[in-house]
């Protein structure tokens, strides 16, 4: 062991904080408070560590700089849920903070964690404690106090942070009442300490393994082409980089970057990000594509795939229609586009016909990335674009997006739930400003109150109810309103607790576990219980959660 780290040994150390949230990432989802069968905070933050660690990885002898914005950068992108992008934003802050040192010691490593910590905060419109925000700053401010107190010995210091760290976890539950009724730590603060773990086994010398494997494919069944059929490939050779940039790379260099590869390619995808551009493009000569981009930096992560000859292989034909699907065909200019995240055949098709120009797949089992964001910005081709997250677990990557985009107007409504993104666009006036409907929006969706039906993956007590494992739960905009073992009372319940004077519209979205006849006869009800209440029923297709009401 040593008292002085250099950038080697700290992305040894980063990887094995990686392996270990990644290896605990399912006891962290089981600590989420609420026993729906979408408890992803482990997940969420391992895949946004994650995409950070395969670029690390792939660094043969990385000098303090490289490192730090391969960490930075990448879990920024891969940042998913609340949890993943305060988790990168921890990273941000603290590699702001050495990212010019070539080697750490004890008091660089306290200015890290305050600039982390610091970071993280303000990334946050509304701070929590109790979360892993309060965990990172104990963290910090043991490290602090260890400077104080003239500690000069780096494996007491990792320690006793560490120490105090799960000290502060353990009082989480004492700080936010909903953990203390359920039982749990803060699931996030966990997975903080997981990464704090590993990294501080790396420093001792523990064996670890430190390869990082790529993320499994998707085994969702898809209807390919035979092997052998004939297809025109237009541009034989799919190109991806990343280029290092040493020289000025501004908006218009962007533009004429973009413009460059039109000319030799197709499916092109540029997406900057301070000192960093990811580039993917399909061409019939990446020589030319390499060489225009070593005009603005190095390259790294450089991969290039002969498409014809990949052709022949049923797998690659699987994978590739779903790539080919991802890059879709450039869309008309308009002054104003609409992106939604969503997921059910149903609701997609709702967003689709209220004009909604690209739909992210979507919700409470799959927190889309920071990178998925800016993919779908890239695809629309507007001025400005409104953003409808309609999650609550959501809003912090569309707002992070929002952060690194510079050259369209990028306007993020805080929808918490998909019938208050409904309401959002709906309430949309062409004729209005920009800014007259952003206020519009964020009024009319406070109007809207929701609820969802799903079950119940544990036992527990919430919102002083005692739920059993697969009970089904009505939950509400402030918590659990009803619980049972009936799906239809449950639902009636919940909609009951729901109502208040002057409500109007009911709206019942239901999933693709219900039957039609099912969703008839819960519409029927309500119509019978609230008669001056006009009650609209529309298929969702959503899944886990069975229904999904609105009344307005």
Wanted: glycine content about 8%.
């Amino acid at each position: 062991m040593t008292n002085i780290i250099d950038a080697k040994v700290l992305a040894k150390m980063f990887l094995a904080g990686a392996k270990n949230l990644e290896s605990k990432k399912e006891w962290i989802n089981d600590l989420n408070v609420f026993p729906v069968p979408d408890g992803d905070t482990g997940t969420n933050m391992t895949l946004t560590i994650m995409s950070a660690a395969k670029d690390v990885a792939a660094m043969e002898k990385p000098d303090m700089k490289a490192l730090c914005k391969a960490i930075s950068s990448g879990s920024l992108r891969g940042a998913r849920g609340n949890s993943g992008v305060i988790l990168s934003q921890l990273f941000r802050g603290f590699t702001k903070s050495i990212k010019e040192k070539e080697k750490l010691d004890i008091p660089v490593f306290a200015d890290a964690f305050e600039k982390a910590v610091e970071t993280a905060y303000k990334a946050v419109m509304k701070p929590k404690e109790g979360t892993i925000l309060t965990v990172a700053k104990g963290a910090s401010t043991r490290a602090r106090e260890l400077v104080n107190e003239g500690c000069e010995d780096l494996g007491i210091f990792f320690d006793e942070i560490i120490r105090y760290a799960d000290e502060v976890l353990e009082r989480t539950p004492e700080m936010l009442p909903v953990l203390k009724q359920a039982g749990v730590v803060d699931s996030g603060g966990q997975g903080l300490m997981q990464v704090l773990k590993g990294a501080y086994d790396a420093y001792l010398g523990k064996e670890i393994d430190f390869s990082i494997e790529e993320a499994p494919k998707s085994t969702g069944k898809k209807t390919a082409p035979e092997a052998n059929s004939d297809v025109d490939i237009k541009f034989g050779y799919c190109t991806e980089f990343i280029i290092m940039l040493t020289k000025n790379f501004n908006i218009k260099q962007e533009m004429d970057f973009k413009e460059y590869l039109e000319s030799i390619g197709d499916s092109i995808v540029v997406v900057a990000d301070d000192d960093v551009v990811k580039v993917h493009v399909h061409t019939n000569d990446p020589g030319l594509a390499i060489q225009k981009a070593l005009k603005y930096g190095a390259l790294s992560n450089l991969k290039i795939d002969n498409m014809r000859l990949e052709h022949q292989e049923k797998l690659f034909q699987e994978s590739q229609a779903s790539k080919e699907a991802a890059l879709e065909e450039t869309m008309p200019h308009k002054e104003v586009g609409f992106i939604a995240v969503s997921v059910g055949e149903g609701m997609n098709e709702i967003f689709k016909g209220l004009g909604v120009d690209y739909m992210i797949e979507g919700g409470q089992t799959m927190n889309p990335s920071t990178e998925d964001m800016l993919n779908a910005i890239d695809k629309v081709n507007a001025d400005t674009i409104f953003i409808l997250p309609n999650n609550k677990n959501i809003i912090l990557a569309a707002n992070q997006a929002q952060a690194m985009v510079e050259h369209k107007k990028i306007i993020v409504i805080p929808t918490k739930t998909v019938p208050q993104g409904i309401t959002a666009i709906i309430n949309y006036v062409p004729d209005l400003t920009a800014e007259e409907n952003e206020e519009t929006m964020k009024r009319e969706i406070g109007n809207v109150k929701t609820g969802q039906v799903t079950y119940a993956v544990r036992d527990t007590v919430i919102d002083d109810k005692e739920i059993n494992q697969g009970d089904y739960m009505g939950i509400g905009d402030d918590g659990i309103l009803s619980v049972g073992s009936e799906v239809s009372d449950v639902t009636a319940c919940m909609v009951q607790e729901m109502m208040e004077d002057g409500l109007e519209l009911i709206s019942v979205y239901y999933g693709e576990d219900v039957k039609v006849e099912a969703a008839e006869s819960l519409k029927a009800r309500l119509e019978q219980a609230y008669p001056s209440c006009d009650i609209e029923l529309q298929y969702g297709g959503q899944p886990i959660y069975y229904y999904i009401i609105s009344a307005e």
